[in-house]
């Protein structure tokens, strides 16, 4: 399938966020990329600043169009504010959750395990990156992938930082899907409010 693959400095200074990762990009050129990037800012219409908004959340989780208008339906059905099941749903997502748990550094490299199918959801292979977890469904390391460099160094790496909606083991590399989590939780910079009015109009 489809997926960006150009240079992350050039997304990160677009949306001044190192939204795929560090950049030095940003430290060293502050402004956006082409052409006119250091011309005078010009005012950005409603429109602009909501679709700008859209492509920020389909950049940081690694979604395509499609996939992404699938999920907005999804979140519109579900009963609650709709911006806020949007990025429950894009949470909840395999590669997300690996990310998460801090098995991989990124959700690129979280991506490519799951395809290579180093993860399990439930005791069995899943290879589908958005495949949709559900509270309750544990994700573990293959016993086989558990020796992988990829994944003792970002565990090895891995910060402090836990997610409340999620447990985890290091010693059996097993984590568990808790709960969706609520909007204040998820640390993402996204104004899902702007996506709502742009898929509204």
Same mark, same amino acid.
């Given at each position: ?46 429109? $602009?600043? /909501? *679709? ?9 989780? &690694? !979604? ?6 699938? =999920? ?37 490299? $979280?991506? /490519? *395990? ?9 005791? &069995? !292979? ?6 949709? =977890? ?68």
């Amino acid at each position: 399938m489809a997926r960006y693959t150009g240079p992350k400095s050039k997304i990160a200074r677009k949306f001044n966020e190192a939204i795929l990762g560090p950049s030095k990009a940003l430290q060293k050129k502050a402004y956006p990329p082409g052409q006119h990037g250091r011309g005078r800012k010009r005012k950005q219409s409603e429109y $602009a600043v /909501q *679709l700008m908004e859209k492509q920020k959340a389909k950049y940081t989780y &690694g !979604v395509l169009e499609r996939q992404f208008s699938n =999920l907005f339906q999804k979140a519109s059905r579900i009963q609650g504010i709709t911006g806020a099941n949007l990025l429950k749903l894009l949470d909840a997502r395999l590669d997300n959750t690996v990310f998460r748990l801090g098995v991989a550094p990124t959700r690129r490299a $979280a991506r /490519q *395990l799951v395809l290579h199918k180093h993860i399990t959801v439930n005791g &069995g !292979v899943v290879n589908i990156p958005s495949y949709s =977890l559900k509270p309750g469904d544990v994700i573990a390391v293959r016993e086989k992938s558990k020796s992988l460099e990829v994944i003792s160094d970002s565990l090895a790496s891995r910060t402090v930082k836990r997610f409340t909606w999620l447990e985890w083991d290091g010693t059996g590399m097993t984590g568990k899907f808790v709960s969706y989590p609520d909007r204040e939780q998820i640390p993402e910079n996204i104004q899902e409010q702007l996506i709502v009015e742009l898929y509204s109009k």
